[in-house]
């Protein structure tokens, strides 16, 4: 059978369903035509056509690998060499770049799991097949999933059988599945999705009822989506397009997952009741790995964004030729370049895996997880320290430029250095400011800093890691092989003298 991606239109229309979202209040009625989600639904369908472009198709897609014909995103395939995990970083870039780095959770996210699940189907045991099916549906159709896969901020301190009212576990096992409630924080971009992946992080799990790792179509009865405020809508309220450039388009909005008696049948469980293949799931699923590869290489074209931005900024304010601020724009530069070294060096030398499949090196992954948490705020000190009030000399709407009676004084007294005009540099200003100084801008230092685990598990992980496979005892080996290279008598290898003549001419105490 031939097969292909969702084109556009089609992903869409597979939106219009009976999902229940929650904004403001209200239900939405329809989130392709709200006015929330309108536009990153049609930031999401351009993603969707560019896999139909043959001026793309060569970067982004290959043939599917489930034995049909027809090609896919990439990403969505198992890869089996470093020749293959180079064609993903470069498709995943590729798409990056159609949202200039801003949609963190793209479709190809949710990839670095079901890419995993043809070559690691057995890991599921008795849901193998579910897995194999996901695969292949996932990659015939590069379906959009989200994922949700961390207990609510309530009550952390306890157990999760100990906070029923809230955690996601099964009420009823039935023949033809179960029947689960709770709720899950925090499910990016989950109003624009197909299906949401539910699991379970950073909590033991006791009871099998919580042991549960499924995956849940968004309109599913008794699935609710409650939205944070919705910067798009905002956006479209206070000004235009001009005035916020990136919120107004490009908002993934988070929402609290509430599962209320949702069956969830079968065929779309790939863990339930077994407490040690659940608390094993991260180690062994693949889905780490491909996702901090998928993160960083997203990073590091957004940053190629920032940078750009930046440098527009001081060129526009006459500061970009001072020293220090030139030190600045370096690092952000070197922030840059750090993250597509380990972008690179996650795909170039990648581990073996199962079923003759390869993985991401996860030490440049886990390396990415720590230094993303510590350099993009960082980044975003610089511009908020040398473009400074710059960022805010702008008049409030683009309504402004309209009105003679002000307009001469704009072009006047708002102009940037060297020739740019007061709307170009209002332009300019006002796109950095929706990236650092806006809502948006500090939801996605929030997500940059958090996305893949909380600040101490990101180091904790990693040290564990290399406690784990024998690294750290290696590296103090290496340590001890130095010093037991001497003695308080001297050297003891004989390539290495200790001049012991000269040493009796020093006075003794």
């Given at each position: 059978?031939?097969?292909?991606?969702?084109?556009?239109?089609?992903?869409?229309?597979?939106?219009?369903?009976?999902?229940?979202?929650?904004?403001?209040?209200?239900?939405?009625?329809?989130?392709?035509?709200?006015?929330?989600?309108?536009?990153?639904?049609?930031?999401?369908?351009?993603?969707?056509?560019?896999?139909?472009?043959?001026?793309?198709?060569?970067?982004?897609?290959?043939?599917?690998?489930?034995?049909?014909?027809?090609?896919?995103?990439?990403?969505?395939?198992?890869?089996?060499?470093?020749?293959d995990?180079?064609?993903?970083?470069?498709?995943?870039?590729?798409?990056?770049?159609?949202?200039?780095?801003?949609?963190?959770?793209?479709?190809?996210y949710?990839?670095?799991?079901?890419?995993?699940?043809?070559?690691?189907?057995?890991?599921?045991?008795?849901?193998?097949?579910?897995?194999?099916?996901?695969?292949?549906?996932?990659?015939?159709?590069?379906?959009?999933?989200n994922?949700?896969?961390?207990?609510?901020?309530?009550?952390?301190?306890?157990?999760?059988?100990?906070?029923?009212?809230?955690?996601?576990?099964?009420?009823q096992?039935?023949?033809?599945?179960?029947?689960?409630?709770?709720?899950?924080?925090?499910?990016?971009?989950?109003?624009?999705?197909?299906?949401?992946?539910?699991?379970?992080?950073?909590?033991?799990?006791?009871k099998?009822?919580?042991?549960?790792?499924?995956?849940?179509?968004?309109?599913?009865?008794?699935?609710?989506?409650?939205?944070?405020?919705?910067?798009?809508?905002?956006?479209?309220?206070?000004g235009?397009?001009?005035?916020?450039?990136?919120?107004?388009r490009?908002?993934?909005?988070?929402?609290?997952?509430?599962?209320?008696?949702?069956?969830?049948?079968?065929?779309?469980?790939?863990?339930?009741?077994?407490?040690?293949?659940?608390?094993?799931?991260?180690a062994?699923?693949?889905?780490?790995?491909?996702?901090?590869?998928?993160?960083?290489?997203?990073?590091?074209?957004?940053?190629?964004?920032?940078?750009?931005?930046?440098?527009?900024?001081?060129?526009?304010?006459?500061?970009?030729?001072?020293?220090?601020?030139?030190?600045?724009?370096?690092?952000?530069?070197?922030?840059?370049n750090?993250f597509?070294?380990?972008?690179?060096?996650?795909?170039?030398?990648?581990?073996?895996?199962t079923?003759?499949?390869?993985?991401?090196?996860?030490?440049?992954?886990?390396?990415?997880?720590?230094?993303?948490?510590?350099?993009?705020?960082?980044?975003?000190?610089?511009?908020?320290q040398?473009?400074?009030?710059?960022?805010?000399?702008?008049?409030?709407?683009?309504?402004?430029?309209?009105?003679?009676?002000?307009?001469?004084?704009?072009?006047k007294?708002?102009?940037?250095?060297g020739?740019?005009?007061?709307?170009?540099?209002?332009?300019?200003?006002?796109?950095?400011?929706?990236?650092?100084?806006?809502?948006?801008?500090?939801?996605?230092?929030?997500?940059?800093?958090?996305?893949?685990?909380?600040?101490?598990?990101?180091?904790?992980?990693?040290?564990?890691?290399?406690?784990?496979?024998?690294?750290?005892?290696?590296?103090?080996?290496?340590?001890?092989?130095?010093?037991?290279?001497?003695?308080?008598?001297?050297?003891?290898v004989?390539?290495?003298?200790?001049?012991?003549?000269?040493?009796?001419?020093?006075?003794?105490?």
């Amino acid at each position: 059978m031939t097969t292909r991606p969702l084109t556009g239109d089609e992903y869409i229309e597979s939106l219009r369903d009976d999902r229940e979202v929650y904004l403001y209040g209200e239900r939405v009625k329809d989130v392709t035509t709200h006015p929330a989600f309108h536009n990153p639904v049609r930031m999401t369908a351009r993603l969707y056509d560019a896999l139909h472009d043959p001026a793309k198709r060569d970067v982004l897609t290959c043939p599917v690998d489930t034995g049909g014909e027809g090609y896919t995103h990439r990403f969505f395939t198992t890869s089996r060499s470093a020749e293959d995990l180079v064609g993903d970083q470069r498709a995943i870039a590729e798409w990056a770049r159609m949202s200039y780095g801003w949609m963190g959770r793209s479709p190809d996210y949710k990839a670095s799991f079901l890419g995993t699940l043809g070559t690691n189907a057995e890991f599921y045991g008795e849901y193998a097949d579910n897995a194999r099916r996901w695969y292949r549906e996932a990659q015939e159709k590069v379906l959009f999933w989200n994922h949700a896969i961390v207990h609510p901020p309530v009550d952390r301190d306890r157990p999760a059988d100990e906070v029923a009212d809230v955690f996601v576990h099964a009420e009823q096992e039935r023949d033809d599945g179960l029947v689960v409630s709770g709720a899950k924080v925090v499910a990016t971009g989950s109003a624009l999705t197909h299906h949401a992946f539910i699991a379970h992080y950073g909590l033991p799990i006791r009871k099998r009822e919580y042991a549960l790792v499924a995956t849940v179509p968004l309109a599913a009865p008794g699935v609710k989506l409650i939205c944070r405020p919705s910067y798009t809508a905002a956006a479209a309220v206070a000004g235009t397009p001009f005035d916020h450039p990136l919120s107004s388009r490009l908002d993934e909005n988070d929402t609290i997952l509430i599962l209320d008696k949702v069956l969830i049948p079968w065929e779309n469980v790939f863990v339930y009741g077994d407490l040690g293949r659940v608390q094993m799931f991260t180690a062994r699923s693949g889905f780490p790995e491909r996702f901090t590869f998928h993160g960083c290489t997203r990073l590091a074209v957004k940053l190629e964004f920032l940078a750009g931005l930046l440098s527009k900024a001081l060129q526009a304010t006459g500061t970009r030729d001072f020293r220090g601020v030139q030190s600045r724009l370096g690092e952000v530069l070197a922030w840059r370049n750090l993250f597509w070294g380990l972008s690179d060096a996650a795909a170039r030398n990648p581990v073996p895996w199962t079923g003759g499949a390869v993985l991401p090196n996860p030490d440049y992954g886990m390396a990415y997880r720590w230094f993303m948490q510590i350099g993009y705020p960082r980044i975003r000190e610089i511009i908020l320290q040398d473009v400074a009030s710059g960022l805010i000399y702008v008049n409030s709407s683009a309504a402004d430029f309209k009105n003679p009676e002000i307009r001469p004084y704009l072009d006047k007294y708002v102009r940037g250095s060297g020739g740019v005009t007061a709307l170009d540099r209002t332009k300019l200003m006002k796109l950095l400011w929706d990236a650092v100084g806006t809502e948006f801008g500090g939801r996605h230092e929030l997500y940059e800093r958090n996305y893949s685990g909380n600040h101490e598990n990101t180091r904790v992980e990693l040290y564990f890691s290399q406690l784990a496979d024998g690294r750290l005892d290696g590296y103090q080996a290496f340590v001890e092989a130095c010093m037991g290279e001497y003695d308080l008598d001297g050297w003891t290898v004989p390539d290495l003298s200790s001049f012991a003549e000269l040493n009796a001419l020093i006075p003794k105490v």
